[in-house]
């Protein structure tokens, strides 16, 4: 079909210990592995051109990723506002350290003309972690919005909110999705954080992303599960299972009834797990 997904993992593939005496960046990177984020680069096979999905922590390792896997970047999406995935000035305490971390606006500024793809509700997130950043520089992207990779690759992007108010994922060729925080297999993201919404959540998990068919396969943001799953498979034993009628929080109970039923599970992190950093503020 024309499409190759390249999964990058931080702290394996890009942020990896760096060569020579540099603290603050070999600090970034360890916790960029404790982190476990995902980027992703969505390929078009015939033309090379390809569109990254979440580049932070280390520009130059995702840049050599890139031209180890021989491909053209054409875009950069970002799933949702959270630093973790677009870079910048981290979340207090860290933000007094005066650091910045390399992502979004770096690949900007050496690259002013690559689209930013981001839903309008999440751009000012992504430009209070990166002050550089305009308006002006990102490409907003409504549910629905399109963009075309080369003559055989498309991208949906659809609005999916709960985790942020602008969480986004991108359904490539009506197969691939990348879902970003808002679904993991056996877990969704964390709704308790500024801008999070239960009812968003249930709604997007519920409508949006039970629609997709089940032979989809999934690509989350986090190695928090699994490096993949499929629609089919978390409307199984995940939470795309149906949750029936009533109230958001009703069905939320059900969605989240491993807890209720003091069941325990090695895969993903629901409501009020801690991520592997063990920091609450971002992921
Ligand atoms: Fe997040």
Known sequence: MG?????????????????????????????????????????????RKCVIVDACWDVDGILEALRREGLLLAAAAITHGHFDHTGGVPPPPFSSLRIRVSGVAEL???????PLL???LDIPDVIASNPHL?????????????????????????????????????????CRLFSGDTL????????????????????SLQSRLRAIPDS????????????WTTIGREKKRGFLRHAGEGSAHDKWQRLDSRRCLGSHSSVGHSLTDHSPADDPSFW
Request: contains cysteine; hydrophobic residues 35%; neutral net charge.
């Open 134 to 174: 305009e308006q002006r520089h990102f490409t907003p992207t409504p549910n629905g919005f399109a963009f075309t990779l080369g003559t055989s690759t498309e991208i949906t992007f659809l609005h999916t909110p709960g985790h942020t108010p602008g969480s986004q994922c991108l359904l490539v060729n009506e």
């Open 216 to 227: 989809t396969v999934v690509y989350p943001g986090h190695e928090y599960g699994g490096e």
């Open 3 to 47: 499409l190759r997904v390249v999964q990058l993992l931080a702290g394996r593939d890009f942020a990896r210990r760096p060569r020579g005496v540099h603290p603050i960046r070999t600090r970034i990177f360890e916790f960029a592995a404790c982190m476990q984020n995902y980027v992703y680069a969505i390929a078009d096979v015939d033309s």
């Open 184 to 203: 993991f297999p056996g877990a969704c993201g964390r709704i308790d954080l500024k801008g999070g919404s239960l009812s968003d959540m249930v709604e």
């Open 118 to 120: 981001v839903h309008p």
């Open 108 to 114: 900007k500024r050496r690259m002013p003309y690559l």
